[in-house]
């Protein structure tokens, strides 16, 4: 079976790499791209391509028409897309005899859209999955080739996280290639009546409100832990990235506090008091450390 793979973060690079040591298939082309503004684990799979010496070209979204014509080139069977933020447009996904591959770290049909670690995170759900699916004309919808449901942890942050997602999804690969490539393609439709979509974040998405619960606080922070952009405050008018956080016990007497005010510090540990509770800030790009008494905004 051949494949054209297209992607440009950290999981489609290990994915690559996952098909590459599988002999039953051949990678013909590769889709990917030199730099990205979009994607904080970005990756370019240019290095991989050269050193397999397999057909590649960059992507900038706004070329469809050389996409179309290189994919009608390496003659590949069907395609992987794992790790490209934008939709295929139906005549290239047309292309391919056994259609295109995509992969959602979300239990479709529901949480479809943008983000999904991190709106799984922040949102303090108990449960995601892996999904892979066949691309259609509309976004995360197509039917389910393998699905795994995977536990979210409080310990978790974004990066453990998204490193168990990429460790599970690498075992499914394997499988469903074989499957695929022996043309048993078993395909589990998705009940549109129990869809929702997860809109597109903002920056505004990653402030830290101090009005917010001290979970709700918690939750935000490690949802944008590395590999993503972090979750920031504002302190004297500066925008100052806070990457991890804990729950205090707090007693009645932080009752008549007021949510943002710094009421404890500890060398480079803050306890801030939210509206209901209070953190430690635990690791933070303060370059001047607030002083108790002091309010974060």
Known sequence: MKILFIGCVEF?????ECLLNLD???????VTKNDSKINSDFVSLEEVAKI??????FSDNSDNHIILEFAKKVKADIAYCFGWSYLLEEKFIDLFPKGVVGFHPAALPQNRGRHPIIWALALGLSETAISFFKINEYADAGGIISQKKLPIYYEDDARSLYDRVVREALKEIPIF?????????????????????????????GQIDWRMSSRAIYNLVRSLNKPYVGAHCIYKTNEVKIWAVRELEIDSSFNNLEPGKVVKVVK????????????EILSHDFAIIPKEGEYLL
């Open 12 to 16: 489609s690079r290990k994915a690559l």
């Open 24 to 30: 039953f298939i051949e990678v013909v082309g590769i």
């Open 52 to 57: 397999k010496s397999i057909p590649y070209i």
């Open 177 to 205: 290639t074989a499957r695929l490539a022996a043309g048993n393609e078993e395909l589990q439709f998705q009940d549109e009546a129990k869809a929702n979509v997860w809109r597109k974040r903002s920056k505004m998405d």
């Open 268 to 279: 480079d540990k803050i306890w801030v008091k939210c509206y209901e509770g209070a953190i």
